[in-house]
């Protein structure tokens, strides 16, 4: 997680918690003059698009008064989705055993792409298994994971 998204999480989350819901993580994607910030928000009975809308207001009027970034970006709040991201040290323990897609900031064993089980988390690693192997992936150098949906 970059600096501004430590930041932005830091600044929004006593709002959305305001609200009833968790901020399960967010993520800002800089694309020139499209850049988005993307935020995830949680709740155990789910989330509706009105809890969306609500949220976007919120959050909106906290990024208005205290401008955290300077460029132009569209702002998307939504859940987290079947295919949720992977955040938190938290939320890798609530995924284990179930099947991620990981992907690295540098290349692990001669790649950055890993699809496998979450076999095991401890407190700056997790353990995956995949393709016959298991492999040992520090959380510091994960830069994305999700959960892979099962229907």
């Known amino acids: 997680m970059t600096k501004l998204e430590q930041d932005l999480v830091t600044m929004l989350t006593p709002a959305v918690e305001m609200l009833g819901f968790e901020l399960h993580g967010l993520e800002f ?3 020139g003059r499209h850049s988005t910030l993307r935020v995830y928000i949680a709740h155990e009975d789910g989330i509706s698009v009105d809890n969306c809308a609500d949220a976007s207001r919120q959050i909106s009027a906290i990024l208005d008064v205290e401008d955290p970034i300077t460029n132009e970006y569209d702002l998307e709040v ?18 284990q055993g179930e099947e991620v ?3 690295t900031k540098l290349p692990q064993d001669g790649r950055r792409n890993f699809k496998g089980d979450l076999v095991a988390v401890s407190s700056d690693m997790i353990t995956l298994s995949s393709d016959g192997a ?3 992936i520090m959380l510091s150098n994960i830069e994305r994971a999700n959960l892979i949906a099962k229907f």
Do not use: N
Request: charged share 30%; proline share 7%; net charge neutral.
């Open 134 to 136: 298991e492999y040992l």
């Open 101 to 103: 897609r990981v992907r």
């Open 29 to 31: 994607v800089q694309a």
């Open 78 to 95: 939504s859940s987290p989705g079947v295919d949720r991201p992977l955040f938190k040290q938290d939320h890798y323990e609530q995924a």
